[in-house]
């Protein structure tokens, strides 16, 4: 009796108690402070002060009402579609050509990791004297052929695009990864077939691929866009390591945003409110992806 | 040591020397004292500073004069330390047992004194005349709390370059350099005179952000009256240094360069200005970045005669288990003595009266800079400079404004219509 009681416990009850460090860690790291920064938002939260008035919901009316909030969010989405929607079209045409027979293939499957393992820093320093108005690489290449020099970190076009230009060379080569290991579970059957029938490699890459995939397209858009919705390092680094993103604040992101209020007037009441804002804003826009990626039709 | 918010990129850089130097980053999370009740245990003193004050050889020497005393220095680089700093305060845990701080942040910090020790009570009153009346109480709380005691200060000049005043058919010797701009109208119709001469790739100044700052700091009241209120819009003085420089773009002087920027980087080797107002700090900056224009840069006084900008302090925050000790360690490191060691090894510049008239700063040259008497320059801009009040928020006011400027400066906007939108900013910063 004992002993079957025994067994049962085992084989309903482990399986729990196996994942139970992650989600001990998980509450510990994520949930606590998730909630506790709640708690902060609903307060005139200084770090400098000891006495923390409640305010009930004004840091969220606040925030609301701040134009330079819904110029944040316009960057933040700017700089995300302008940088995700070239990586990903870019990492999945780099997939589809590795993925076919390539001499060295794992030497150039490799390299697409490599712009991964550099530093953000790094990255943001170079980028940012490439970027540079009047000795800056791209400028020098636009005088050659002819165009004038752009001062990038100006406009609010121009510094989004140098933004992206750095994630789209960070993260191309690593979403191209994944699109590649998915691919080869893309059975050989269908591309033998489609190449009899005279299919051309771009048509199999849309026909045959992309609909095989779709779940881990599905999977990057969404972490791309997380990552997106979150892009901090390349807009503070490019403007040189203000939180204010730009004289005009034409490359604050959502992020900088919250920086500046929780690191720079050190208002971590209103830094929490905004945390929470952005996490919904965060849910909001995988739904959102999820909805619109789900409709690439299966074959 | 210098500041202004925004010097990350080459800031990592120098975090990576600092540390580079056989410091340990942060060791650990428990810096207090350990216990020196034991018998031989010795007393661990933890100082937290940022990129380099030069201290190394200093805490050798105190550690063989007091062997009861351990050393432990923690380096960061001068955001990420403030950042800390404030986080530590704020949590209660984790503050070194003495802290530096830069003048940009100080007014932060003293506006909640209660974290720190007051000074006067572990005797710093009697240190006080070591430092011009200014920087004592640049550090002093409203409530007349002392608490820092100053290292360095940022004593302002003009640095120019020699060769493009001489192809620009002006002067090269500082003496005369100077006589041309002893006001800031000199200066613009100096810069009218240079522009005449058209040289290619070269304007006069660098920016706005520099010589905004420059003039503000002179004027007697900055942005904050000395009771903690903004004064920005009230205060004639900041508008007129604002138009003052708007004047000087307008005029076609600047290079249009953004502070602490690759451009502005780049600019000092290749000449893209020829003039720049040059805080005590700037010249370690300069020579960093041009190493190869020595010679062709020189120093001459600031219009207007004096200035200062940045400059740090050595403070005790409260959660220090060993107050004593760590006040005997910060006024010894900051005594007359110890300054002149580490401005001999590094060149920061001392905040010690006494060594204004010491031939150590007197007959310093910099050979960089044509070797000009640079201890003499900047010991006359700071020995007689009537102080501004600088209030908790100067730093992110300033910031504003220079976003406004250089807003103008881009052509985006009007120079009304940049200063109501700073001061909408402002506003909210407050």
């Known amino acids: 009796m004992l002993r079957s009681w025994l067994y049962r416990l085992d084989t309903k009850a482990s399986p729990y108690l196996y994942i139970l460090p992650f989600f001990a860690l998980f509450a510990a790291l994520s949930a ?12 005139d939260w200084s770090l400098l002060e000891d006495e923390h008035a409640f305010l009930g919901a004004a840091n969220y009316l606040t925030l609301l009402a701040d134009p330079a909030f819904w110029n944040a969010l316009f960057n933040t989405v700017s700089i995300l579609v302008l940088s995700t929607v070239p990586q990903l079209l870019l990492a999945l045409l780099l997939a589809h050509l590795l993925s076919g ?17 550099t530093s953000v820093a790094a990255v943001a320093i170079i980028f940012g004297q490439l970027f540079g108005r009047d000795y800056g690489l791209v400028n020098w290449v636009l005088g050659v052929f002819g165009a004038g020099q752009i001062d990038w970190a100006a406009g609010t076009a121009s510094s989004h695009a140098a933004i992206s230009a750095m994630v789209i060379w960070r993260w191309t080569g690593y979403n ?29 890459l849309r026909k045959i691929t992309i609909p095989a995939i779709r779940p881990t397209i ?17 807009p503070l680094l490019f403007g040189g390591g203000q939180p204010g993103g730009g004289n005009d604040h034409q490359f604050q992101t959502l992020t900088l945003y919250l920086f500046e209020a929780g690191f720079g007037r050190f208002d971590l009441g209103f830094a929490s409110a905004t945390a929470w804002v952005m996490f919904a804003l965060v849910l909001v826009a995988a739904a959102v992806n999820y909805l619109l990626i789900r409709r690439i039709r299966s074959t | 040591m210098r500041l202004q918010r925004g010097l990350l990129v080459p800031l990592l850089l120098l975090a990576v020397t600092a540390c580079g130097g056989g410091t340990s980053g942060s060791g650990g999370t428990t810096p207090a004292a350990s216990g020196a009740a034991g018998g031989g245990a010795k007393t661990k003193i933890v100082i937290g500073t940022f990129n380099d004050f030069g201290y190394q050889s200093l805490y050798q020497e105190y550690e063989k004069a007091h062997p009861e005393i351990d050393i432990v220095e923690r380096v960061a680089a001068a ?17 070194a047992d003495i802290e530096a701080i830069e003048e940009g942040w100080i007014g932060q910090f003293k506006a909640n004194p209660d974290k720190f020790h007051n000074l006067t009570e572990l005797g710093a009153d009697k240190l006080a005349s070591q430092w011009p009346e200014w920087k004592w109480k640049t550090s002093q709380s409203k409530d007349g709390r002392q608490l820092g005691l100053g290292t360095d200060v940022g004593g302002l000049a003009m640095c120019y370059r020699t060769d493009l005043f001489a192809k620009a058919g002006l002067p090269t010797d500082r003496e005369q350099v100077s006589r041309l701009w002893s006001t800031w109208d000199g200066y613009i119709e100096t810069g009218k005179k240079f522009a005449a001469a058209k040289l290619p790739k070269t304007a006069f100044f660098d920016g706005p952000i520099v010589m905004y700052r420059a003039i503000l700091g002179q004027a007697p009241t900055g942005l904050y009256a000395t009771d903690d209120t903004v004064v920005v819009e009230t205060n004639p003085e900041v508008r007129a240094a604002f138009d003052k420089t708007i004047e000087a773009i307008g005029a076609g002087l600047s290079a249009k360069i953004t502070a602490w920027s690759a451009d502005w980087n780049a600019g000092f080797q290749r000449g893209s200005f020829a003039t720049i107002a040059c805080p005590a700090w700037m010249m370690a900056y300069i020579q960093e970045q041009a190493k190869n224009a020595a010679g062709k840069w020189d120093i001459a006084a600031i219009p207007g005669g004096t200035g200062n900008w940045g400059g740090s302090f050595l403070t005790l925050p409260k959660q220090g288990k060993n107050p004593e000790a760590a006040f005997a360690l910060a006024s010894w490191l900051t005594a007359p003595e110890q300054q002149a060691k580490v401005f001999r090894a590094k060149g920061n510049f001392p905040s010690t009266n006494k060594l204004y008239s010491d031939p150590v700063i007197t007959d310093f040259v910099n050979p960089f800079f044509n070797d000009a008497p640079v201890g003499k320059i900047f010991s006359q801009s700071v020995a007689t400079m009537n102080a501004q009040y600088l209030g908790p928020k100067a730093g992110d006011i300033n910031t504003a404004i220079n976003n406004a400027l250089t807003r103008v400066e881009q052509g985006k906007q009007t120079p009304d219509e940049a200063w109501n939108q700073a001061m909408t900013e402002v506003k909210k910063i407050l």
């Open chain 1, 176 to 204: 191209a990864l994944i699109y590649l290991a998915a691919m080869q579970a893309v059975p050989q059957s269908l591309h033998e077939a489609a190449i009899i029938d005279g299919a051309s490699s771009l048509q199999r």
């Open chain 2, 79 to 95: 955001e990420e330390h403030h950042r800390r700093v404030a986080t530590n305060l704020a949590t209660g845990k984790g503050a």
């Open chain 1, 101 to 117: 027979r390539l001499r060295g293939q794992t030497f150039w499957r490799l390299s697409l990791l490599l712009p991964n393992l």
């Open chain 1, 218 to 234: 599905i999977f990057t858009v969404i972490v791309s866009t997380i990552g997106g919705m979150q892009m901090f390092a390349e």
């Open chain 1, 32 to 43: 606590f402070p998730l909630l506790y920064t709640g708690w902060v938002s609903l307060h």
